[in-house]
């Protein structure tokens, strides 16, 4: 249960965690993604850029990638608001068609993205799709606390996010766990 318990841990779906183990009888010990630094250089390349000066935005579309201390985000198209006081500082981040967000092994899928700087979260929706070798969690919505640690799957990309989508879940959260032969 090793790796399971890995995958669980770094990207925080405690609650779910202690939920399944607690049905399993398995004891967890819970670690946190908190580490993640999001004051940390951000790249990016894309096969068309546009400067908005005005908005104080930038348009990248094209096989876009944007990474930033391990964390990687791929996508169709982005929007990358900043605010410009002197110096500038990324605020958020808007992905759309096709968003990946990977670190390590892990990878999470979804129609849309929102990584907002500030707040320190990530919120993934649409037929959003959790892989870490054989281990997979389907939902409408993800959201990644960076600052705590803690994540939350919701089968429907309903509620007070700014980042809505339909997940092809019928509205539950479901998914499979490898288990290793002993």
Partial sequence: MKPLLSTIARWGIGSFAVTAAGFAGIQLSAQAIASHNSNAPVSYAADRIELQDRENRVVLSGNVQITQAGLGLSAARTIVNYSDAGSLSIQ??????????????????????????????????????????????????????????????????????????????GGRVTGSFSVPEN
């Avoid at 979260?121 to 600052?147: H, S």
């Avoid at 309903?158 to 092809?168: A, C, H, I, P, R």
């Fill in 92 to 169: 958020r981040i808007m992905a759309t068609g096709g968003v990946t967000v990977s670190r390590g092994n892990e990878r999470a899928r979804g129609d849309t993205a929102v990584y907002d700087f500030n707040r320190r979260i990530i919120t993934m929706a649409g037929n959003v799709r959790l892989n870490r070798g054989g281990d997979t969690l389907n939902g409408g919505r993800l959201v990644i606390d960076l600052a705590s640690g803690v994540s939350s799957v919701d089968g429907r990309a309903s509620g007070s996010s700014s980042v809505t989508g339909e997940g092809q879940s």
